[in-house]
């Protein structure tokens, strides 16, 4: 683990939050796809003994979401009784 992580961490439990878990350096590079990081992430919290229903994955490049959004989301795939939602925007030329 880098000496950066896993200051974050200690800066994330001193204000009072979890980390449940730390992302091995394998995992954390910038060219590294999401689903092998979605995957640890289920298959150490499983481990844990945390099971999921259903795994909300919001990506940073969408910082305009609001809380709103990702509860429509999720009824609608509860609803449509689907495996997965994903949101899209036209981007205008």
């Known amino acids: 683990m880098a000496r950066s992580s896993a200051r974050i961490a200690d800066c994330a439990r ?3 939050l979890e980390v449940p878990f730390m992302r091995p350096s394998s995992l ?3 060219d ?3 689903l092998p ?3 640890h992430a289920i298959e150490t919290l499983e481990a844990d003994g945390f099971r999921t229903d259903i795994v909300v994955l919001l990506q940073p490049t969408s910082p305009l979401r609001r809380g709103e959004h990702i509860d429509a989301a999720v ?4 609803r449509a009784g689907g ?5 899209v925007v036209e981007v205008p030329h």
Not at 83 to 87: G, L, N, Q, R
Request: net charge negative; aromatic share 4%.
């Open 14 to 16: 001193s204000l009072g």
């Open 28 to 30: 954390a590079a910038d």
């Open 32 to 34: 590294v796809p999401m």
């Open 37 to 39: 990081v979605v995957q």
């Open 75 to 78: 009824n609608w795939l509860e």
């Open 83 to 87: 495996d997965s939602v994903v949101s």
